[in-house]
């Protein structure tokens, strides 16, 4: 299974293409929209979130509500196309027009965006031309591209949530988390203005965001993945690249603005002794091999154990600043102060359904890398097959 | 550029083959082995490293001295072989052999490791079958893909080095990195026992290794990659699956017992404003542009910067203990106290020779997927010619 | 350089996404869409080619008329789309909406077609689920494709033309390519009912398609592209997946109802001897080295020589018939005589413009995997430089 | 499932990697030097053939003779190599040697080789650089490989035999094939001089290749690959570069020297009606969907349609001549009459052998890529699933 995605942030729609889903999964525009209002949301998001109010079009590979087997395709229409049509229009310009009047254009690189390193790489004198396609506008379609994921995985027993673990600074109480169903989680999340599970933090990482703004800065945070009902033996062992918790991290990192990934305890395991690290397997005939604790995060050797998958990223304070930072002008070489595009103070909660879209589609690839995927009944009744043997084993 | 590795611990051999290197590149094995000698030490490792004394023999792909353009082979013959020779046997078992006499079987799955999902992945009720290959011992081979990859990297102006910068909760002073070169960073490094900077928590961390290994216990810790020289524009913001940063995350949570990585500040960054994490940017005639600090790590939008790429790891404390743990009995279902292979105290030093290798290996094939890779001559005068361009950009 | 299709072949759109393209190629709908009309002509096309007149919209990775380095999204509409609304519905049926009511199920696969095996595959009871998908309607978007990759080898100095040389048994002479330049070829090409340069042979292939159309029948034939200008070196001999011929042959075969491809003199060379068979070498400080025959097609040990590259693909007969063959009904088991879905007698010289289209995919690809494609002007005086070299060499 | 090759044709060995393959799978050097030995056999050789006995060592990846589901490597040591460890040599010449003294430089590229263009791309000014590793030689671990997967088929239920079908223009009935089971095809050609099924067409062939010989010229011909017990829908419609034919094209194409592939009726669907061409569908209870003929060898929509796959592939006369013809000396840019390296007069017997492992080859990676593959036992359970399912779809 794969998938591309294509689209400018000011262009005319965003455009994903899913490759290798089994038949007869089903799949709406309604499960998809869900998801993309839920990363539209989140407090601390800044005017554009009111301006669009984001819904896909499935084109392609869905018939009837269910998959074809067929290439999946999903576009999301940006409503707010007509404003820029000259300024981002496709065709040449025509004759008439001076290309030095096209406006908008952007000789001034902000510094932590791809501005300046982009137009070196690719050969851009206005700016615009990398930070349209560099803007995590994408991750709307990534998001698209994961409520399919999680459709699928649904269909398989498999459960996937995001919440919010620290936003400036301020922590959750992760030990919330425990002895909560994914569904329990994902109801408190979805309620809370920032998708954090702690009430007491939220209120406080609001506040935060909110003085963050009036300061003209911006916070980052961390956000937390956990996925139940995995299949064990997902992953492998025997070669670096089939590593499933190698590839969620590869996931993790991709997603605009995130500058690290942990899994299970992660950093914390550099402070403590082998002894308060690893997981006590037992065995019992109603559940088969468990873990006594989680602090593995539900992998070993690269594979899933059948614990729940607990994997969380860091996002950086979006750069996007309105106190702003120095930087150099590419036609004058004269250093300024670096100029907005429209902002967020805090982008942490929408990033946490980002999260969730992509560790999912990770999920799901992998799961469709070791059992056959053509169709679903098939790929149900073999995972079945499969819990009923690694239970007993 | 792609590599595969293939090896038990305790078979014949370890072999590694490498498709795509450019032809004219200078491999011997003396450079190869320097690495690998590195891996074997560090204060903490077992009886193991002691045995065993890892030398290369390079088998194809290589001609008085200089890469062909062919694919590379290299093989790590293991010393230990002839008395594994039954117990680790290729052909079939004579009619005369019971199966069941073959030493060495196990079916008591140690927590942390791979044995039991490997087992159920790969229907193996001798765990031996899971523990020879996902063993670290693989790490050899991973590290002498690396020592040619650093060939490659240094033959362009890249230069990179590993330090331990956490063992068992005990961190190294970071700021001792600044202002020193990749050189000057390794000749300290390759003299301390732990592989760290900092003299004083050295110190400390040996005496922390000592005392876990007198506790039966063990320790992990945490390994920093630096990378100078790196031409900016490697990788690509342009999709998801291009991203440098998410290609080095990929790499480092690969490894054998690691758990989290971080670029820059990583999770540091959710504490902190987002005017305290961007790195401003300023331009001379002499240098080019150069960014004021690098809390980013050398990495926007997915890309190289031309600052240098800092990058951490975290290994969990190596789960083969002296002081067990329960585990359940795979033939019986009996609950037991978990069995040991020989083990290290603390095998971070060790990892962060791993680190460098891989990071290595991820930054040569960006820099290959960017830069026609044919030959040494024509790449290294793109090289130069793209860093003259981006200077005066 | 990578892409992915969408759409099924009466649903509302069919959707490329390209990823990989350099920034600063020059890429207008305008283009694109005259590859799609040659696609829709030749004698001997269906009732369909009449109704559509298909058209390109670009909705990423342009802006004023240049690719951006980001990815490129094509887009064709299915003007006929308004008619099968309710047939090829995305979303669920409603409740009202008796399953059994959809029209133009099939049940009845037809011989030659993906019907049969792909129902069984995707467990698609609705075979119309497989046809839709699997119609050549899908290369409409290859072709797309193929025009920006064949745009980007016209600017790399790069031509590229498809020609009929066989309909029916019907053979053109070969010989007349010889001496004249791809741009003459084309011209003559683009005139000719059937893509034939033999105006006689052509004559005799609009006959055969009449004859076979009266008689219920179809017929298949040969298509042959040709490559000029390419550099020396592009593909490997190092390994067996990375031979350019190979990837010919690939690309070729995964047309529609294609069943051969051959190379240069291909399957006449095993009734010859190797005098006659291979290309003495020749050199002038003019011409640098030069073949004084082109029996090998342009290829040798998998890389092109600089030399013309020759490839041929046979077509099948179309096996869409109005003279029905036998074949089961899935549901009831019982034969009948197989059902039209509306058809042509020949496709032959449409197959022609897909052959082109996929063949300059393929070059364009291995020419980026060579070179660096970051950008237009430093592939561009990157592969000037590799000429002089190898003229020299 | 994927695999890597190393190894020059006079270096110290050829190795190969193969990674993916399942667990549990029977694995003997004994079934792998049976192939080896069959790629030396066949009438018209030469002396290198008498020379050398390729024997292959497993290294990893088996155990008491079965797979491990860890990677396995194939090692297949040159016994000429001694005699080569200067000329060859992997380290770097002693400063005592002068390199122009170095035996069997070359400076004259043969037509028909990937000398000229290999020496440009890599930068070789000693082809002998070149020539070492695009020598057919390298066949010999791609052999190794495919009787590994040719093992995995066969535990499968699905057989593979290769054969001559012409040589130097003199064709093999290709009735005789027909109504035969594979294992009695392989019996006879096993037992054939030129590995033909038809003894008659036999005799003739040899004539002709000890005419060639004599001659000092060398022939070409066809081979055919034919694979029994598939199960269908292995491969597929839904996007070009799935299609199992493109692969077997891709394969075959890569193979030393071949020019051109072909599927069931290949090229002569060129000169026939479609209601010559295509394959009426029965049923029956007893054997599910047939096709009454099989003039589409096999595959339908790219997928296997369940009845045996039959693939050609041409090989051009080998290039090394003993009747020499021009080149060019690219040191002094004087023709000459191209040098010999030690020759057959024709390989398609051997070409035979390889053609059915890369064949055999890319089937098993098809099934793989369809089915779960971690393990034999609930692979072969899975297929016996399926093939129930498809009899009564």
Chains 1, 2, 3, 4 share one sequence.
Not at 110 to 118: E, I, K, Q, Y
Not at 198 to 226: Q, R
Not at 364 to 378: C, E, H, I, P, R
Request: charged letters at 25%; glycine letters at 10%.
């Amino acid at each position: 299974m794969r998938y591309l995605t294509a689209g400018e942030s000011h262009g005319p729609q965003l455009t994903a293409i899913i490759e290798g889903l089994p038949a007869q999964l089903e799949i709406t525009s309604e499960q998809i929209n869900k998801e993309l209002k839920r990363r539209q949301g989140g407090h601390g998001r800044g005017r554009r979130m009111q301006i669009e109010k984001d819904t896909v079009a499935i084109t392609a590979g869905v018939r009837h509500g269910k998959s074809l087997g067929s290439p999946v395709c999903l576009v999301v229409n940006n409503d707010d196309w007509k404003h820029w049509t000259n300024i981002m229009g496709i065709e040449p310009l025509g004759e008439e027009i001076d290309p030095e009047d096209i406006k908008r254009q952007i000789t001034r690189p902000r510094p932590g965006h791809a501005d300046l390193v982009g137009g070196m790489k690719y050969g851009h004198r206005d700016l615009r031309n990398v930070l349209e396609r560099s803007s995590a506008r994408e991750t709307t379609v990534r998001v698209a591209v994961g409520a399919v994921a999680k459709q699928l995985l649904s269909e398989l027993g498999i459960s996937i949530v995001a919440h919010v673990t620290k936003i400036g600074g301020i922590e959750a109480n992760l030990d919330l988390a425990t002895g909560k169903t994914i569904e329990e989680i994902r109801e408190i999340v979805e309620a809370d203005p920032v998708y954090c599970l702690d009430s007491e933090a939220s209120e406080k990482m609001v506040e935060a965001i909110d003085y963050a703004k009036k300061a003209g800065d911006t916070i980052g945070g961390v956000v937390e993945v956990i996925i139940s009902g995995m299949p064990a033996g997902v992953g492998s062992y025997v070669h670096y690249d089939r590593k499933l918790d190698a590839k969620l991290a590869m996931a993790m990192m991709s997603i605009n603005a995130f500058k690290g990934v942990e899994i299970g305890l992660g950093f914390e395991m550099a402070n403590l002794f082998g002894s308060q690290v690893h997981d006590q397997i037992s065995w019992s005939e109603e559940e088969g091999y468990t873990r006594d604790t989680n602090r593995l995060g539900g992998l070993e050797g690269g594979m899933s154990t059948g614990m729940p998958i607990v994997v969380r990223g860091v996002m950086k304070p979006i750069p996007t600043l309105y106190k702003p930072l120095q930087s150099v002008d590419i036609d004058t070489k004269e250093p300024f102060k670096a100029s907005i595009e429209r902002s967020d103070s805090c982008a942490v909660p929408a990033a946490s359904v980002v999260a969730e879209a992509v560790i999912a589609w990770e999920i799901a690839q992998a799961v469709l890398d070791t059992f056959n995927g053509d169709k679903m009944d098939s790929l149900k009744a073999e995972i079945e097959r499969h819990r009923a043997y690694t239970k007993g084993f």
